[in-house]
């Protein structure tokens, strides 16, 4: 059974920095992507990026994209979102998801089979 469990939430002053962890358990993942996305209450649940685990390719949504940085390590099954230059706006809850895809990278939540608790990130100005 699939499991991914987010953690690294948490306050932060805008400007700071925050690193969440997806730890992945429960198969294989070489043929999947990974993917982060964000809620903020009232809102539709929106890309943030992804990362194929087989080979590192990242995709990343305009709104995030030279503050954030997604990573994984194959050891630790464990995808990383490094968050930099925050700003009240990236103030969400934050999941991560998984799916089988070798053709390209999903954006679209709805294509995502499998997905975390979330973790929130809450951004004071």
């Known amino acids: 059974q699939v499991q991914l469990v987010e953690s690294g939430g948490g306050l932060v002053q805008a400007g700071g920095s925050l690193r969440l962890s997806c730890a992945a358990s429960?198969?294989?993942?070489?043929?999947?992507?990974m993917g982060w996305f964000r809620q903020a209450p009232g809102k539709e649940r929106e890309f943030v990026g992804a990362v194929r685990w087989s080979g590192g390719n990242t995709y990343y949504a305009d709104s995030v994209k030279g503050r954030f940085t997604i990573s994984r390590d194959n050891a630790k099954n464990t995808v990383y979102l490094q968050m930099n230059s925050l700003k009240p706006e990236d103030t969400a809850g934050y999941y991560c998801?998984?799916?089988?895809?070798?053709?390209?990278?999903?954006?679209?939540?709805?294509?995502?089979?499998?997905w975390g608790q979330g973790t929130q990130v809450t951004v004071s100005s």
């Open positions: 998801g998984a799916v089988a895809n070798n053709w390209y990278i999903p954006s679209d939540a709805r294509e995502y089979r499998y």
């Open positions: 429960g198969r294989t993942f070489s043929n999947y992507v």
